[in-house]
């Protein structure tokens, strides 16, 4: 009996540990989250020490995705990457559509990796996708010329 958990110990903390991309990364968070969304949360800003500092903003954006219950948001239907952008080969962004009855959150992840390792450099949530659609629908954004 020790053996095996002695054993789920090691596997529970390589599958923690050896998210070897910002993709994997990502998709741990979001496995997390269909089942926990404070946990996924909590679980994401452990992968960079430096986010102790900021621990009463993590708490913020804990106590938003707890507030996305059924009764307030719906069903929630899981994601769509909306775009991913390389800056760098150790800086990248992650844009990603959550869907919800109500209405779709936009999720941004940035990763940075110092060394050799990947880790959350900021994340971010907002619900402007609506104002973004129309606003990139107005004249002045469309190629009129027709050659």
């Known amino acids: 009996m020790k053996k095996l958990l002695f054993v789920l110990l ?3 903390s390589v599958n923690s ?3 070897s991309s910002p ?3 990502i998709n741990v968070f979001f496995a997390t989250y269909e089942k926990d969304a404070g946990k996924a949360i909590k679980e ?3 992968t960079n020490k430096w986010t102790e500092r900021i621990k009463d903003d993590i708490d913020k954006i804990i106590g938003t995705v707890n507030g996305f219950t059924e009764s307030y948001m719906g069903k929630y239907y899981g994601y769509e ?3 991913k952008k390389k800056f760098a080969e ?3 962004l992650y844009s990603y559509m959550v869907k919800y009855d109500r209405q779709p959150i936009r999720f941004i992840f940035k990763f940075y990796k110092p ?3 990947w880790v959350l450099y900021s994340y971010a949530l907002d619900d402007s996708l609506d104002s973004e659609i129309q606003e990139a629908a107005k004249l002045y954004y469309l190629k ?4």
């Open 10 to 12: 090691i596997l529970i």
């Open 17 to 19: 540990f050896a998210q």
């Open 115 to 117: 060394n050799n390792k």
């Open 23 to 25: 993709q994997d990364i």
């Open 90 to 92: 150790s800086f990248e």
């Open 44 to 46: 994401l800003y452990e």
């Open 81 to 83: 990457i909306i775009t």
């Open 144 to 147: 009129l010329d027709k050659e």
